[in-house]
């Protein structure tokens, strides 16, 4: 089982001395760590499922005594799952399985663990988050497990006893919406439609997202949760919506803790 791990030029996430990252535009690297995983470099816009297909084959090809890759397919494309057929060079030939998991803009766990105590320890302003937020990077969710209101559409802005004090759902949201900018490098939100981008001249701890009309991302959530909780026995519970960053699509869950 081999792992495919995709990187942007800004995760800074350390493989063997001595790999180059790409020093233009759309340009790939790979490395392959001789432990089964093979990582993938990009700069720009993530790269298509073509581009990964290729740029696998290329690092398989590049391996000694693999004469040829026959064939490379994407057995569930969602999860990134794929298959690669080998040649040897002795004309034999043996099957690959692997995963390609995306860790654009370290959007993965340890990444959002870092934020979170970053927020939580920082001299000026700390911000404890009323409950646990988690990032899977295989499955590209992210979840927000709380004692947050039970019912009804105010439960996305009833106040919740968390360590700092009283927190909402949507203050942990805003706060998270923040980290993606400032810790994590996320340059650019898609949530509805609507492309959003970090506004430089304002200057609020959480969220500084919004569109090209200056209608906030915050909000924007805020409308969508609450139409979410009406059809959904009007609980915040379970509800979800996904949203793009920086090109790759997220699931965003909340959690109710008992």
């Given at each position: 089982?081999?792992?495919?791990?995709?990187?942007?030029?800004?995760?800074?996430?350390?493989?063997?001395?001595?790999?180059?990252?790409?020093?233009?535009e759309?340009?790939?690297?790979?490395?392959?760590?001789?432990?089964?995983?093979?990582?993938?470099?990009?700069?720009?816009?993530?790269?298509?499922?073509?581009?990964?297909?290729?740029?696998?084959?290329?690092?398989?090809?590049?391996?000694?005594?693999?004469?040829?890759?026959?064939?490379?397919?994407?057995?569930?494309?969602?999860?990134?799952?794929?298959?690669a057929?080998?040649?040897?060079?002795?004309?034999?030939?043996?099957?690959?399985?692997?995963?390609?998991?995306?860790?654009?803009?370290?959007m993965?766990?340890?990444?959002?663990?870092?934020?979170?105590?970053?927020?939580?320890?920082?001299?000026?302003?700390?911000?404890?988050?009323?409950?646990?937020?988690?990032?899977d990077?295989?499955?590209?969710?992210?979840?927000?497990?709380?004692?947050?209101?039970?019912?009804?559409?105010?439960?996305?802005?009833?106040?919740?006893?968390?360590?700092?004090?009283?927190?909402?759902?949507?203050?942990?949201?805003?706060?998270?919406?923040?980290?993606?900018?400032?810790?994590?490098?996320?340059?650019?939100?898609?949530?509805?439609?609507?492309?959003?981008?970090?506004?430089?001249?304002?200057?609020?701890?959480?969220?500084?997202?919004?569109d090209?009309?200056?209608?906030?991302?915050?909000?924007?959530?805020?409308?969508?949760?609450?139409?979410?909780?009406?059809?959904?026995?009007?609980?915040?519970?379970?509800?979800?919506?996904?949203?793009?960053?920086?090109?790759?699509?997220?699931?965003?869950?909340?959690?109710?803790?008992?």
């Open positions: 089982m081999a792992t495919v791990i995709i990187l942007d030029d800004r995760t800074g996430t350390e493989v063997d001395e001595g790999t180059e990252k790409p020093d233009a759309g340009i790939y690297d790979t490395v392959y760590d001789g432990d089964e995983t093979i990582y993938i470099y990009y700069r720009g816009s993530v790269p298509s499922k073509i581009a990964q297909m290729n740029a696998i084959i290329d690092e398989l090809e590049s391996q000694v005594g693999i004469d040829h890759v026959e064939e490379v397919k994407l057995d569930d494309p969602s999860a990134g799952d794929f298959t057929k080998l040649v040897r060079a002795n004309g034999s030939s043996a099957t690959l399985t692997g995963s390609i998991i995306l860790a654009t803009a370290k993965d766990s340890d990444g959002m663990d870092d934020v979170i105590d970053e927020l939580e320890n920082q001299t000026t302003n700390p911000y404890k988050f009323g409950g646990d937020v988690t990032m990077a295989k499955a590209h969710t992210v979840t927000f497990t709380g004692a947050y209101g039970t019912s009804g559409t105010d439960s996305i802005v009833t106040g919740v006893s968390g360590p700092g004090g009283s927190v909402t759902l949507l203050d942990d949201i805003a706060r998270f919406l923040g980290g993606l900018y400032r810790q994590m490098g996320v340059r650019a939100i898609v949530f509805d439609d609507e492309d959003y981008t970090w506004d430089v001249n304002r200057t609020l701890k959480g969220s500084n997202w919004v090209s009309s200056s209608g906030t991302l915050v909000a924007a959530i805020e409308g969508k949760a609450s139409a979410a909780i009406t059809g959904n026995n009007n609980t915040i519970n379970g509800v979800s919506f996904t949203m793009e960053l920086d090109g790759v699509t997220w699931t965003v869950k909340i959690v109710l803790a008992s």
